[in-house]
T-cell receptor
Framework: GENVEQHPSTLSVQEGDSAVIKCTYSDSASNYFPWYKQELGKGPQLIIDIRSNVGEKKDQRIAVTLNKTAKHFSLHITETQPEDSAVYFCAASRTSGTYKYIFGTGTRLKVLA | DAGVIQSPRHEVTEMGQEVTLRCKPISGHNSLFWYRQTMMRGLELLIYFNNNVPIDDSGMPEDRFSAKMPNASFSTLKIQPSEPRDSAVYFC???????????FGNGTRLTVT
């Protein structure tokens, strides 16, 4: 079945450094790739997404890159701050046919002050 | 917009009891998803509805689990009888048409003793 692999499972960075989280998906028909941030006691919240017709998208300190040929996509957070500490999930979905999000296993990011 | 509303936030019950989790999606969203989150298995899709109709319930663990969506503004996930291994956080999410991000509720933390 379809799956999404996410690495690393945990990541610690110093405040101000960059953090990179990588995902690989198996379903070549996937064409929508959102990233979610989950804080303690809350549901996942969308932070950025990318569609298959673009290779990169940026929103302030957050950027996502997509390589459809390799079926890889990555989240980049620059100038990390303590409030970036959370669990991050990637996901892959189709926008036609079977419509269900497949989530990665999550990355626990800790930003050290 | 009040977001996706789930109730209760916490549920503690004894093995063998019936448990009903409730969800109110965002008005206008036509897709609704139930996920289960555990440390071991991450975010698992249990079932999703489109226009109140169950489309894919292949993630429902077994016959003890059932879900309904009697109208566009309400869904339930029922476990009968409950078992300790059902202990997890259950999330409901809704979305507009395909290719749109999921909006999650804050989850129901279920503990079965």
């Amino acid at each position: 079945g379809e799956n999404v692999e996410q690495h690393p499972s945990t990541l610690s960075v110093q405040e101000g450094d960059s953090a990179v989280i990588k995902c690989t998906y198996s379903d070549s028909a996937s064409n929508y790739f959102p990233w979610y941030k989950q804080e303690l006691g809350k549901g996942p919240q969308l932070i950025i997404d990318i569609r298959s017709n673009v290779g990169e998208k940026k929103d302030q300190r957050i950027a996502v890159t997509l390589n459809k040929t390799a079926k890889h996509f990555s989240l980049h957070i620059t100038e990390t701050q303590p409030e970036d500490s959370a669990v991050y999930f990637c996901a892959a979905s189709r926008t036609s046919g079977t419509y269900k999000y497949i989530f990665g296993t999550g990355t626990r990011l800790k930003v050290l002050a | 917009d009040a977001g996706v509303i789930q109730s209760p936030r916490h549920e503690v019950t004894e093995m063998g009891q019936e448990v009903t989790l409730r969800c109110k999606p965002i008005s206008g969203h036509n897709s609704l998803f139930w996920y289960r989150q555990t440390m071991m298995r991450g975010l698992e899709l249990l079932i999703y509805f489109n226009n109140n109709v169950p489309i894919d319930d292949s993630g429902m663990p077994e016959d003890r689990f059932s879900a309904k969506m009697p109208n566009a503004s309400f869904s339930t996930l029922k476990i009968q009888p409950s078992e300790p291994r059902d202990s997890a956080v259950y999330f409901c999410a809704s979305s507009p048409p395909r290719g749109s991000p999921l909006h999650f509720g804050n989850g129901t933390r279920l503990t079965v003793t």
